[in-house]
């Protein structure tokens, strides 16, 4: 199973775009990239999965680059609502145990 | 459903006794997952089954915690024999399809397990 790395925690300020990264070194050809976000006291929610190049939707994009060794979530002008934990995660496609690493801790400052 | 269903939300037990954490996934989710969650961590991979198949019980930790799905629908985590360090939030989680691919997880609300 490939591992994740993520930053533990980052802070911003609202307005600001934040970039988190995820390194995946030993990501599997089978492999796809998703991004959930949780808030304290609630299960974790999808936010975006990608394969490779960019993906994007109404919350979020998602940056991989050719090697898909990383992969970058993108979130455009935060608010202080997006303050939560982000995690990577790196699934097989044809099935497979999803594992959730430690997370990235956003915290969104006024 | 219109959501992940898990029951109960909060159960207080003794050391020493069984307790059984029921998920009822969304309406033809073919997977189901289980994770265990300690407080500032991260969810921890339990156990997950495709249908009625439990596909994957690595995450177990010893042979008091089992699960079952026998109609590929709704779910039961049985932790025999609590101990304290069972203690923490179990979550619950489907999927429409099997595994990574388009594997948006839905989870539920939890199950917080308190052991005293």
């Known amino acids: 199973l490939a591992k994740t790395t993520q930053p533990i925690s980052m802070d911003s300020y609202e307005g600001q775009e934040v970039n988190i990264t995820c390194s995946h070194n030993?990501?599997?050809?089978?492999?796809?990239i998703t991004w959930y976000q949780q808030f304290p006291s609630q299960g974790p929610r999808f936010i975006i999965q990608?394969?490779?190049t960019k993906v994007t939707n109404e919350v979020a994009s998602l940056f991989i680059p050719a090697d898909r060794k990383s992969s970058t979530l993108s979130l455009p002008r935060v608010s202080l609502s997006d303050t939560a934990v982000y995690y990577c995660?790196?699934?097989?496609?044809?099935?497979?145990?999803?594992?959730f690493g430690q997370g990235t801790e956003l915290s969104v400052k006024p | 459903g219109a959501g992940v269903s898990q029951s109960p939300r909060y159960k207080v037990t003794k050391r020493g006794q069984d307790v059984a954490l029921r998920c009822d996934p969304i309406?033809?989710?073919?997977?189901l997952y289980w994770y265990r969650q300690a407080l500032g961590q991260g969810p921890e991979f339990l156990t997950y089954?495709?249908?009625?198949?439990?596909?994957?019980k690595s995450g177990l930790p010893n042979d008091r915690f089992s699960a079952e799905r026998p109609e590929g629908s709704i779910s039961t985590l049985t932790i025999q024999r609590t101990e304290q360090r069972d203690s923490a939030m179990y979550r619950c989680?489907?999927?429409?399809?099997?595994?990574?691919?388009?594997?948006?997880?839905?989870f539920g609300e939890g199950s917080r397990l308190t052991v005293l």
């Open positions: 030993n990501i599997a050809t089978n492999d796809y």
């Open positions: 309406s033809g989710h073919v997977s």
């Open positions: 990608g394969y490779k």
């Open positions: 989680a489907s999927s429409r399809t099997a595994g990574g691919q388009g594997g948006e997880l839905f």
């Open positions: 995660l790196v699934g097989d496609y044809q099935g497979g145990k999803l594992i």
């Open positions: 089954f495709n249908y009625e198949a439990q596909q994957d």
